[in-house]
């Protein structure tokens, strides 16, 4: 009897909706353009996709506006979610059964595994561990983006790591919803969302926001794009955001991940 090995992980409440990921999806596009477009075996992965397929088919579709040939693989450790996306699959789009382990066919190694509101549930201790086995799967120039965001997907933080390990984290808002950008904290990934005190460097980023924030009120007369074109041109002052104003007129904001790593 062949045996049979069980996914590493464990089941989401598998919650989704569509367009829930589309800010993500957007980044991943823009940031991840020139290794997709080089790429010899463009396979991105879907991690936790939840009850419904939807993001894994958005993701597709994504994609391929940067390279037609790109395929994608939804990945589930419920087996019925993945029996329930079946119907769904066409050419470039299947759907597994796994977990962290990342299966894929072949030997193949990920271009891109994406993993939303996979962690929440997991304690801040496995994070790393977690971050380290999906780095693994990677292809040499894969990226692993892994982030939470709202049900609809108007707040949302993620936080991209390469093989070596995690690289950048970028908050990203509809900005028309957004109060004070600090309301982003409750959308934190795992390994920073219990470090928002005191002591912490994510705690005194998002006060810094808050602060670059108020004082570019008076561009709210304008937008609330201009608005945070001019927060994110003051923060660059004491922190070392690594984007620019095309990212920001999408609402988005990235930093290198060790300016916010938390202490040890």
Request: glycine share 8%; proline share 8%; aromatic share 6%.
């Amino acid at each position: 009897m062949a045996r049979t090995t069980r996914p590493v992980g464990s089941a989401t409440r598998g919650t989704t909706n569509p367009n829930r990921l589309r800010r993500m999806d957007r980044w991943i596009t823009a940031a991840h353009a020139p290794a997709l477009r080089r790429s010899t075996d463009p396979v991105a992965v879907d991690l936790g996709y939840g009850a419904a397929p939807w993001t894994a088919v958005e993701l597709l579709g994504r994609l391929r506006t940067v390279r037609p040939d790109a395929e994608v693989v939804g990945i589930e450790i419920d087996p019925a979610r993945v029996a329930a996306a079946k119907p769904y699959e066409r050419d470039g789009l299947g759907f597994a059964h796994g977990g962290f382990e990342v299966p894929l066919p072949a030997g193949r190694r990920a271009l891109l595994i994406r993993a939303a509101n996979v962690l929440r549930q997991y304690d801040e201790d496995e994070v790393t561990a977690v971050w380290q086995r999906l780095c693994g799967r990677l292809a040499p120039d894969g990226l692993l983006v892994e982030g939470t965001c709202d049900e609809i997907g108007r707040r949302h933080v993620w936080v991209a790591l390469g093989p070596e390990g995690p690289r950048t984290i970028t908050f990203a808002a509809r900005l028309g919803s957004l109060g004070t950008p600090s309301d982003l904290a409750e959308r934190l990934p795992k390994a920073l969302i219990h470090r928002n005190v005191p002591g912490e460097a994510v705690h005194a980023f998002l006060r810094d926001f808050d602060r670059a924030w108020a004082a570019a009120a008076p561009y709210g007369a304008l937008s609330a794009r201009q608005r945070w074109i001019r927060t994110a041109s003051a923060l660059r002052t004491d922190w070392p955001v690594v984007d620019g104003p095309v990212r920001w007129r999408q609402g988005e904001l990235t930093l290198t991940w060790q300016a916010l790593a938390p202490t040890p």
